[in-house]
């Protein structure tokens, strides 16, 4: 199996842009699709990119995702920053038996 | 619109069982794939096991395999997940999850239940 790295936190002021990373330790990143799922406190998780680069329909293009076969890692960017969007993410993705989770990555608009 | 409900959640001693279910709403559920995925609180997300559709594959993370398993009533509408040999670190919100392709599977979702706490603790 293999295991998809997040940083632990991120901080950004609102209007900015952050991005976040989930390097895949084995196999390329390219070989199946990822998903990044959004949660808030107390709430389920929801998808905020899933496919790699797709957006559900609901979230806003502020939303994106993208791929780097050099660096074997999905990003997450999130630009022009709300109060709203300070949330945990989780990146995931998978093989033939197998979904995996980043360890998630807390989010903070200050 | 989609709902999935779980329960069966609560307190159980270290070594002891417990059965989940998540009643299925708002959708065809006979023709969709279904997860369950946990979160031990103040922790991140984890995969746990998988089912098919027509229950032809069914996949368990190692950290379950051979005291989980994953079964569905597609005439109930409801998934269960039997778990047994409970452990202190199974502690954890337990959530239903919907894979978002019919008759396939994606190994995605796209909808989420609100989740059911289990306690495993003497």
């Known amino acids: 199996n293999f295991m998809l790295t997040q940083p632990h936190s991120v901080s950004e002021s609102p209007g900015k842009t952050v991005t976040i990373s989930c390097t895949r330790s084995?196999?390329?990143?390219?070989?199946?699709?990822v998903q990044w799922y959004q949660q808030r406190p107390g709430s389920s998780p929801t998808t905020v990119i899933y496919?790699?680069?797709?957006?559900p329909s609901g979230v806003p293009d502020r939303f994106s995702g993208s791929i780097d076969s050099s660096s074997n890692s999905a990003s997450l960017t999130i630009s022009g920053l709300k109060t709203e969007d300070e949330a945990d993410y989780y990146c995931?993705?998978?093989?033939?038996?197998?979904?995996?989770f980043g360890g998630g990555t807390q989010l903070t608009v200050l | 619109q989609v709902q999935l409900v779980e329960s069966g959640g609560g307190v159980v001693q270290p070594g002891g069982s417990l059965r989940l279910s998540c009643a299925a709403s708002?959708?065809?559920?006979?023709?969709?794939?279904m997860h369950w995925v946990r979160q031990a609180p103040g922790k991140g997300l984890e995969w746990v096991a998988f089912?098919?559709?027509?229950?032809?594959?069914?996949y368990y993370a190692d950290s379950v395999k051979g005291r989980f398993t994953i079964s569905r009533d597609n005439s109930k509408n409801t998934l269960y997940l039997q778990m047994n040999s409970l452990r202190a670190e199974d502690t954890a919100v337990y959530y239903c999850?919907?894979?978002?392709?019919?008759?396939?599977?994606?190994?995605?979702?796209?909808?989420w239940g609100q989740g059911t706490l289990v306690t495993v603790s003497s």
């Open positions: 999850a919907k894979d978002p392709r019919s008759y396939s599977n994606s190994w995605r979702v796209d909808y």
């Open positions: 708002g959708f065809t559920f006979s023709t969709y794939s």
């Open positions: 089912i098919r559709y027509d229950e032809s594959n069914k």
């Open positions: 084995s196999g390329s990143i390219a070989s199946n699709y």
């Open positions: 496919e790699d680069d797709q957006r």
């Open positions: 995931q993705s998978y093989d033939s038996s197998n979904a995996v």
